[in-house]
């Protein structure tokens, strides 16, 4: 009787162990709970967050993914259908998932977020947007016993203008929250069409798993370096941005995982296409580059045709 009761506890804790050793892998919870939460209040506005979290689950740190819309920072939301569904998906495979809202400063004016938008306007937008989520990053780590969040274990993903506040604000230097654990750096990042401004921001101390997606021919976001939204330099939002090729390619240089998922001819519907064509991609970024820190140089290149006048003559696209 002895000898079953030891052989059925050490059954039960190789199947615990087995069962953490799989999780983030695949989909393991039919249930998810939404909490909504104000993380800030600016000029008058309340910032909310949708934090999506597995039920009856009793993992006590649990890895997160801050995901920021898109809309040009003049609209988008952070709820609709789509996005709710991804965050769904994505909670159900054991993330706490966290998508917010932030400052929409372009909404509403006229030259919105293009050629005729004053480039100072457009960095101070970005900056504004980015120091939002950093606010929204501090507010899931001052609270992360009530969701049971691992500090160190923090992805940030966007799509668009989303993704160009994401990718800004995760190549930076490790932030200081005040944990006894020390400084934190996000975990990993997943850039749905976004660029950087400068590729200095990126170095050994900045640098960090990256899963960048974009279209070869965006006209809005460069797939390498060129003006935002092609704009013609003298124009007020001529504006030199380094998208997705050109992060991979400095990342490749300091030896940091990256994978590049290129799509050739498409455009700037690459900020929300991989919801769904390729959510495989995204959970095994997550799985292997961030939580195993099993992650290698990538590039997925998605055959299709392409715009001569708008493809910088990348050979891996050509016709």
Request: glycine share 8%.
């Amino acid at each position: 009787m002895q000898r079953n009761v030891k052989l059925l506890f050490l059954f039960l804790l190789i199947t615990q162990f087995a069962a953490g050793q799989d999780r983030y892998a695949y989909e393991q919870f039919e249930e998810i709970r939404v909490e909504t939460a104000t993380y800030a209040t600016k000029d008058g506005e309340n910032l909310d967050m949708d934090i999506y979290l597995p039920q009856y689950d009793n993992e006590p740190e649990r890895a997160t993914i801050i995901y920021l819309h898109g809309g040009g920072f003049s609209s988008g939301e952070r709820n609709s259908e789509k996005i709710k569904s991804f965050c769904t998906n994505l909670a159900s495979y054991g993330y706490v998932v966290a998508s917010i809202s932030y400052r929409l400063t372009r909404k509403g004016k006229a030259e919105g977020f293009g050629c005729n938008c004053p480039t100072q306007v457009k960095i101070n937008t970005i900056y504004s947007a980015s120091e939002d989520l950093q606010d929204a990053a501090f507010f899931l780590i001052e609270n992360r016993h009530q969701y049971a969040i691992n500090p160190q274990q923090i992805i940030l993903a966007g799509s668009s203008a989303g993704a160009e506040t994401a990718l800004n604000t995760a190549y930076q230097p490790p932030y200081c929250y005040g944990l006894d654990s020390g400084p934190v750096s996000f975990a990993g990042v997943i850039g749905m069409a976004g660029a950087i401004a400068d590729t200095m921001a990126l170095y050994d101390e900045s640098a960090i798993p990256s899963l960048l997606f974009h279209g070869s021919d965006d006209p809005l976001v460069p797939y390498g370096s060129a003006p935002h939204h092609y704009c013609k330099e003298g124009a007020p939002g001529y504006w030199l941005l380094h998208g997705s090729h050109t992060i991979a390619e400095k990342l490749k240089q300091l030896n940091v995982p990256c994978w590049l998922h290129t799509s050739c001819g498409a455009g700037h519907e690459l900020h929300s296409q991989p919801f769904t064509d390729y959510f495989d991609v995204i959970t095994e970024f997550c799985h292997q580059f961030v939580i195993e820190k099993n992650g290698d140089q990538r590039h997925t290149i998605i055959e299709g045709e392409h715009n001569a006048q708008r493809f910088n003559d990348y050979n891996y696209c050509s016709q």
